[in-house]
C-alpha cells in the first residue's frame, strides 16, 4: 500500500515511478480523491467545533433567560448533528475510495533496478556451477519419475485432476527429505528460526501481503471464506501485523515449510506436463522483517541463503536480477534464482527473493519502535523461496539421471535418505 501523504507531497517521482512499470500516470485521480477526503474532513472538523461552542452557548443563553436564543442554537445544533451523523458516512466512503483505489497500484522499483518490459529485459548476476554433460539425450523429470514406477500423472488425475502429481517409495521420501534437508540448512546455518504455521488464512492475512485485492483468482477460497496459503510468506509476514517489535530485535528471519496452493490462473497451457506449475506444491518459505535502513542489505543475504541450496546439492544455476516489467507486484526488488534442467536445456525458475520495503507494512500496519524511542515507523519486510521443494526434486532428477536411468542422490541429500545413493527402478 502507497502512502498518500508521499504521493502528495512528491507526484512526479510516484508517477515516474509507476511509469518504469509501464503503467499511466495515477497521482491526480489519487490526490482529487484525497483533496476531496481532506476537504470533506475539515468541514467535518469545524462542525464538530461549532457543535462544541453551541453546546456552550446554549448553556450561556439559558443562564440569562435568553429563551429564543437558546431555541435558535438548538435549532443550528440539530442541523449540525444531523450534518455530522452523514459526514461520518461520507468519510468512511471517501477512506474506502481512497484505500480501494491504492490497494490495486503496484509498488515503485527501486533505482537500480533495470527498466524492462518482460522476462527478456532482466540482467544476468552471476553463475555457479557447470552444466553436467551426457552421451546421451537427457531426459526430462517426469520421463524419468514415470519411468521409474514412481511418479503418476494419471492416478493424481483420478483424484483431483489435472495439475496434480502422485509420487511413491524414494521419490516420495526425497519430498520429505529435501524438505529437512532445507530447513536444517536454513536453521542451522543461515540463521532463520523454523515455525509451524497455518495452511489457511482469513482477508487480511492475504491482504495484508498483497494477494486480495487483484490476485483473488490465483488462490483457493474454502466454503467457509478462509484462503489456502499460495506460500507461507502470507502466514509468516503476517505474524506482525498490527503490531509493534522493538528495533532491538530486527531483523527476524523465519522460515516454515508447507504446502502451498495456487489456482495458477494465468497459466492455461503452460507446462502442463510434469511438476513445473501445480496447484499443490510444498516449499520452504524465508521471511525476514527489518528496519528500512537494513532491508535492502537483508535482500543480498537472503538471496545467498537460497543459493546455498542449490550450492550444497551441486546443481547449476544463475541469478537474474528482474527488471520493471516482471517483479511481483509487491515487490521493489527481485532476484530469481534459475536452475539448470538439462531435459529441457534450459535454466527454470526455484526461487524468487524479494524486498517490498514497507509496502506490506503499511497493508498490515506492522511496525518497530526505534532504539531512541521517538515514535514508531513501519518495519520492511522481504520474502523468498529457500526453495521450492519440488522444482528442487525436478532438477535432481534432470542433472543426475544416468544412462540405466537411475538418478544418483546428491551426497548432501544422502543421510536423509536413509544412506542411499541411487534411485532405482524397483
Request: aromatic share 8%.
Amino acid at each position: 500500500m502507497h502512502d498518500i501523504k508521499a504521493i502528495r507531497d512528491n507526484p512526479d517521482a510516484f508517477d515516474t515511478g509507476l511509469a518504469r512499470r509501464g503503467l499511466p500516470p495515477m497521482a491526480g485521480e489519487l490526490l482529487k480523491i484525497d483533496s476531496e477526503r481532506r476537504d470533506h474532513l475539515q468541514k467535518l472538523q469545524d462542525a464538530q467545533a461549532r457543535r462544541n461552542a453551541a453546546s456552550k452557548d446554549i448553556g450561556e443563553a439559558m443562564k440569562q433567560g435568553d429563551k429564543a436564543r437558546a431555541e435558535s442554537l438548538k435549532a443550528e445544533m440539530g442541523t449540525i448533528k444531523d450534518f455530522i451523523a452523514s459526514g461520518e458516512a461520507v468519510e468512511r466512503d471517501l477512506n474506502q475510495k481512497i484505500e480501494a483505489a491504492l490497494a490495486v497500484i503496484p509498488n515503485i522499483p527501486l533505482d537500480d533496478v533495470p527498466d524492462g518490459k518482460d522476462e527478456t529485459g532482466n540482467i544476468e548476476v552471476r553463475r555457479w556451477g557447470e552444466r553436467p554433460r551426457f552421451e546421451y539425450e537427457a531426459r526430462q523429470h517426469f520421463d524419468i519419475g514415470e519411468w521409474l514406477g514412481l511418479m503418476d500423472f494419471e492416478a493424481a488425475a483420478k483424484i483431483a485432476g489435472a495439475r496434480f502429481v502422485v509420487m511413491r517409495g524414494q521419490l516420495a521420501r526425497m519430498e520429505r527429505a529435501l524438505a529437512q534437508f532445507m530447513l536444517d540448512l536454513q536453521t542451522g546455518s543461515n540463521g532463520y528460526t523454523e515455525h509451524y504455521v497455518p495452511f489457511m488464512v482469513n482477508d487480511a492475512a492475504v491482504f495484508g501481503t498483497n494477494q486480495l485485492p487483484k490476485f483473488a483468482e490465483d488462490l483457493f477460497r474454502t466454503t467457509d471464506g478462509r484462503w489456502l496459503i499460495p506460500t507461507a510468506e502470507v502466514s509468516l509476514t503476517n505474524l506482525v501485523r498490527e503490531s509493534i517489535v522493538e528495533e532491538k530485535n530486527l531483523p527476524m528471519r523465519l522460515t516454515a515449510y508447507t504446502p502451498c496452493f495456487r489456482a495458477e490462473a494465468g497459466a492455461a497451457g503452460r507446462d502442463t506436463r510434469g511438476m513445473i506449475r501445480q496447484h499443490q506444491f510444498s516449499k520452504v518459505e524465508l521471511v525476514s522483517i527489518t528496519t528500512p535502513e537494513q532491508s535492502r542489505e537483508e535482500l543480498e543475504r537472503m538471496t545467498g541463503c537460497a543459493e546455498s541450496v542449490l550450492q550444497k546439492l551441486g546443481l547449476h544455476y544463475r541469478v537474474m536480477r528482474l527488471c520493471t516489467g516482471d517483479m511481483g507486484f509487491g515487490s521493489r526488488m527481485t532476484y530469481d534464482l534459475e536452475v539448470w534442467l538439462p531435459g529441457q536445456n534450459a535454466f527454470r525458475e526455484i526461487s524468487s527473493c524479494s524486498v517490498c520495503g514497507d509496502f506490506q507494512a503499511r497493508r498490515m500496519d506492522a511496525r518497530y519502535k526505534p532504539a531512541d524511542g521517538k515514535g514508531t515507523r513501519f518495519v520492511h519486510t522481504l520474502n523468498g523461496s529457500g526453495l521450492a521443494v519440488g522444482r528442487t526434486m525436478v532438477a535432481i532428477l534432470e542433472n543426475y539421471q544416468n544412462a540405466d536411468g537411475s538418478v544418483t542422490i546428491p551426497e548432501a541429500l544422502r543421510p536423509y535418505m536413509g544412506g542411499a545413493d541411487k534411485i532405482t527402478r524397483p
